[in-house]
């Protein structure tokens, strides 16, 4: 469900209420219930959906037929504020994501969808993870992952994510740039059903220009974790320039990006696709989805939500799960 105080509430009303979602999979939110008719009351969604306790899930799942709410009661609906960041909310959607994680590799959900936390708020609940990314990649032990964003206009993977701009150049090495750029082509056979064409941005500007900029960054790990991704058969071309790697010719042409930041490949992916944008974890024993924005905390509780990203990430989950 997400920061209970932020528009993650809304979006999942919304998700229940889906009848095309519910011909695909049996939607199940993680979440409190009495935050759930709290909001439903305010913005006229309307919130009918079995909920089940925590407590009581591990029995009554078995017969479980129709979409439902595992409810924790651990927030005071009526003490929220909406919009506003709260340690108590912090601590919630964290619980909401573990519970999640750890149904995920009980192999009790086919998939976990996540609805946006608020990391200040998470943070100040004496969780310091950047982001949902990182938690999981963690819980699940993972040998290696990466972040996908994806949508029908552009598909972006990144070496690095939630870190400084400053930080980014010592994290880039080889090994790694090579494990997302394997992780990213398997991820779109599986999603394109075909042998995807994969563009490699480089670090600095003109892509170094031979050395000119940066540290020989490309030189050093870029050039050669493509080289070993091509002699493996992966088609692959790069590095490009980042200012122009992502032209409307080449995206046409092109079925993943490997940036090698975060501004690099979301400014892209949310100048072209904001509201349809779907962000995965890719390299997880649990199939990991995610709407690509964050709390909103200006329209919280407001019913003015685009569910649609939750929606779309729901339905790659359940596409990804029958491959």
Known sequence: MGDPAGIGPEICLHLLNNTEIRNQCMPIVFGTAAVLRTVS???????TARVIRHEDWGRERIC????CVMDFDCIDAEALVPGQVDARCGEAAFRYVIASIE???????????????????????????????E??????????????LTSDELTCS???????????PGLITMQRVRD???LTTDAMRRIRECEPKIVVCGLNPHAGENGLFGHREEERFIIPAIEVARFSGI??????????AFLAWRREKTDAFICMYHDQGHIPLKALAFDSAINTTLGLPVIRTSVDHGTAFDI?????ANPNSLIEAVRLAARMCAK
């Open 180 to 182: 997302v750029i394997e």
């Open 41 to 47: 009351d305010a913005i006229g969604i309307p919130f």
């Open 64 to 67: 479980l037929n129709e979409p």
């Open 235 to 244: 088609n692959i071309e790069g590095p490009l320039p980042p200012d122009t």
């Open 103 to 133: 149904a995920g590799l009980a192999g009790e959900v086919d998939a976990v969808s996540t609805a946006p936390l608020n990391k200040e708020a998470m943070h100040a609940a004496g969780h310091t993870f950047p982001g949902h990314t």
């Open 135 to 148: 938690i999981f990649a963690q819980r699940t032990q993972a040998d290696r992952s990466c972040m996908m």
């Open 158 to 168: 990144f070496v690095t994510v939630h870190v400084g701009l400053c930080d980014v």
């Open 300 to 304: 919280a509780w407001q019913g003015k």
